[in-house]
């Protein structure tokens, strides 16, 4: 079991928030919302990407608080319709000025939508923007190992972090594993099943057992993995209590009855034909 914390380091030497807002979903307005609620309650970490239609109200929950852009971790992606250097350059550039920054501290590759065989070309412009300080880590969503083994291969850098569906019925055991060996992150989207482990009666009955919502429990479990977790929500008090993790421990008794969990079915798409 790995001590939760509430940053992990990356193999480039930045430091990454544990638990972070996801936005997924959420419209300008509502990301904007979500954004000022968890900054508020001490969240430094925000993910959002093109293909959400909400940088523009992920930045301005940013300037709304006003907390130092230095202090807030921002991710964002760079969609499957911008793989290549010269369209994922591009893509970056509207990012930025759609999030009104002049940097992101993470970038990524939203999935290596492989049938277009370009997320290498996509890769090597995201090595560039790196040298230039407009992506102060980069990485990858949704890749697995030969994906990853591919890019390390031709372009000699590896992703600091892979972002990747990792729930309790789908725990990637074997990937996490993989990223290990390549000292890459793991990042959890859809940290709580998209809601669907909220009922799971193990997760209730632990729920229970520590006096915390499901929700938390899962949070809890993914930090204990030492995994990285945003959760989605724009509900004020789900935003709170997402956050309000850091001050109770999952026995190995629970930790136990959530590894049994493991189906190993997919709520998104398959990164290997998705495109």
Known sequence: MV??????QLSDAHR??????????????????????ALQEGYRHVDTASIYGNEEGVGEGLRDVGTPREQVFLTTKIWNDAHGFDTATAALEASLKRLKVDYVDLLLIHWPAPSQNNYVEAWRALIEAQRAGKARSIG???????????????????????????????????????????????????????GTALTNPVILDIARKHDRTAAQVIIRWHLELGLIAIPK??????????????DFELD????????????????????????
């Open 140 to 194: 990858v969503s949704n890749f697995n190992q030969d994906h990853l083994q591919r890019l390390i291969d031709d372009t000699g850098v590896a992703p600091a972090l892979n972002q990747i569906e990792l729930h309790p019925f789908m725990q990637q055991a074997e990937l996490r594993q993989t990223h290990q060996k390549m000292a890459i992150a793991t990042q959890s989207w859809s940290p709580l099943g998209q």
């Open 3 to 8: 001590k939760p914390q509430l940053t992990i």
């Open 16 to 37: 990454i928030p544990q638990v972070g807002l996801g936005v997924w979903q959420a419209s300008n307005e509502d990301a904007r919302a979500a954004v000022r609620v």
């Open 252 to 275: 190995a008794t629970d930790l136990i009855a959530i590894a049994a969990l493991d189906s190993g079915g997919r709520l998104g798409p398959d990164p290997s034909t998705f495109a």
């Open 233 to 246: 929500s724009i509900t004020p008090s789900r935003i709170r209590e997402n956050y309000n993790v850091f």
